[in-house]
T-cell receptor, first 114, second 113 residues
Framework: DAGITQSPRHKVTETGTPVTLRCHQTENHRYMYWYRQDPGHGLRLIHY???????DKGEVSDGYSVSRSKTEDFLLTLESATSSQTSVYFCAISSTGGGNQPQHFGDGTRLSIL | AQSVTQLDSQVPVFEEAPVELRCNYS??????LFWYVQYPNQGLQLLLK??????LVKGINGFEAEFNKSQTSFHLRKPSVHISDTAEYFC???????????FGTGTRLLVSP
């Protein structure tokens, strides 16, 4: 299995608080991704990174920011959490950005915002 | 922009029966196609992928899929399912060039004895 660790695995917090999720990889892959998974929507891309300090928006980026200061770490921040951001968040990595490279996924973070 | 449609949200089947999970995609360019499986409380694992060449692709755990360009489909099949195949299955597509995976909404396979 690809070496991807997401932390925390579970978190419950209140509306309006900041939240940061961490994805750590040991594969030295250049590309990293954050998705959210919601019933009836499958997985939707929030942000992705194609190198240190290089990031871009995905399909559902509003309300989220990311940072990548090291190859191995990709952080997802909810500046002021809302109930609509209750979801399961997955990090993924790939060695290149070519469409033929499969992505490998972490085990997810279940986030509940009350 | 590409999109993926998984026509069945849930497929119940008895153990040892065959199963087909349907996936259709829409894209204006050449695509790569993937099937992922998600077991409860876990991330997604790659089952198989179609990149080019033979349209029949074999994956792990006895699954296979067939790429049909004219029907823009990539249906997943298994001739005889096991209880352990109970999971959610996602079809995904990416276009040639930069890899942005677009996922379908998933199909929950429920295998009963």
């Amino acid at each position: 299995d690809a070496g991807i660790t997401q932390s925390p695995r579970h978190k419950v917090t209140e509306t309006g608080t900041p939240v940061t999720l961490r994805c750590h990889q040991t594969e030295n892959h250049r590309y990293m991704y954050w998705y959210r998974q919601d019933p009836g929507h499958g997985l939707r891309l929030i942000h992705y990174s194609y190198g240190v300090k290089d990031t871009d928006k995905g399909e559902v980026s509003d309300g989220y920011s990311v940072s990548r200061s090291k190859t191995e770490d990709f952080l997802l921040t909810l500046e002021s959490a809302t109930s609509s951001q209750t979801s399961v968040y997955f990090c993924a990595i790939s060695s290149t950005g070519g469409g033929n490279q499969p992505q490998h996924f972490g085990d997810g973070t279940r986030l509940s915002i009350l | 922009a590409q999109s993926v449609t998984q026509l069945d949200s849930q497929v119940p089947v008895f153990e040892e029966a065959p199963v087909e999970l349907r996936c259709n995609y829409s894209s204006s360019v050449s695509v790569y196609l993937f099937w992922y499986v998600q077991y409860p409380n876990q991330g997604l694992q790659l089952l198989l992928k179609y990149l080019s060449g033979s349209t029949l692709v074999k994956g792990i755990n006895g699954f296979e899929a067939e790429f049909n360009k004219s029907q823009t489909s990539f249906h997943l099949r298994k001739p005889s399912v096991h209880i352990s195949d109970t999971a959610e299955y996602f079809c995904a597509v990416s276009e040639t060039g930069f890899q942005k995976l677009v996922f379908g909404t998933g199909t929950r396979l429920l295998v009963s004895p």
